[in-house]
């Protein structure tokens, strides 16, 4: 789930369905929901709770548009003017009071005391992902295997200035459609990492409500500050053979 503040690009590639647990992180971040259909759950919790949404299974075709140099389900792009016009037309709330849910600093911060992280390893179920830290541009490039990732339209490579690990539990829903549908426990506190500019510390990711915004704390219990520029959050669940090398 891709979080974007104020989007200046043309094309979002790709966008997929609604599940249950993005509904969570659309709440905690007072953000307009954009997505493909969904699993039958959550679409019925995007209408109880009234969230503003664009749904590419509803709207006009200028929204949304498959590409044939894709696979399909996995070729729905969302183009972001037509978006912005559609949202116009739902006269959906484009501002928010509330504060960001991670807590930017402008002046970089180094983490003085913790571990080496130049290279993280997150095994997926049917890839083995990586982040490697470049020291030169101070950012990580993730790679799917020995394969760094990049962005299909426009072939640069795909980093991150920060990475945070939440590790929680996940379980089946009761959704009856074999699909093995899935639910995070998020709500509590949970271990993770918090990791920039090739070190990692151990903090705590604290979310005391489904729409309530997630804090991340170390373990001195301060909110960590987090270097200005994107940030990849993975959830992970406790058997996941993570390594921060």
């Not at 969302?78 to 739902?90: F, L």
């Not at 390893?121 to 083995?128: A, D, F, H, R, V």
């Not at 990049?150 to 991150?160: G, Q």
């Not at 709500?187 to 070190?199: A, C, E, F, H, L």
């Amino acid at each position: 789930m891709a979080l974007y503040k104020d989007p200046q690009v043309e094309n979002i590639v790709q966008s997929i369905s609604a599940r249950q647990y993005f509904i969570d992180y659309a709440l905690e971040n007072d953000s307009i929901f954009v997505h493909y259909g969904g699993s039958d759950k959550a679409l019925a919790e995007v209408k109880s709770l009234k969230i503003d949404n664009v749904n590419g299974m509803d709207s006009p075709g200028k929204v949304y548009w498959r590409t044939n140099k894709k696979t399909a389900p996995h070729n729905a792009i969302v183009n972001v003017e037509e978006t912005w016009k559609y949202i116009d037309t739902r006269n959906y709330r484009t501002t928010t009071n509330e504060r960001n849910v991670l807590n930017y600093v402008v002046e970089e911060r180094n983490i003085e005391n913790g571990i080496l992280a130049n290279k993280v390893n997150i095994p997926y179920s049917t890839s083995k992902v990586n982040f490697r830290y470049n020291a030169e541009n101070k950012i990580y490039e993730r790679y799917v295997g020995n394969t760094l990732q990049k962005y299909w339209i426009t072939a640069e490579a795909l980093v991150t200035k920060n990475i945070i690990i939440t590790i929680a539990n996940n379980y089946s829903t009761s959704e009856e459609d074999n699909y093995g549908r899935q639910q995070i426990e998020n709500i509590g506190s949970k271990d993770g990492y918090y990791i920039t500019n090739g070190k990692a510390i151990k903090i705590k990711c604290e979310k005391k409500t489904r729409e309530g915004r997630t804090v991340y704390k170390d373990l001195d219990v301060n909110e960590i500050e987090v270097n200005d520029g994107n940030t990849y959050i993975q959830i992970v669940p406790p058997s996941m053979n993570l390594s921060i090398e």
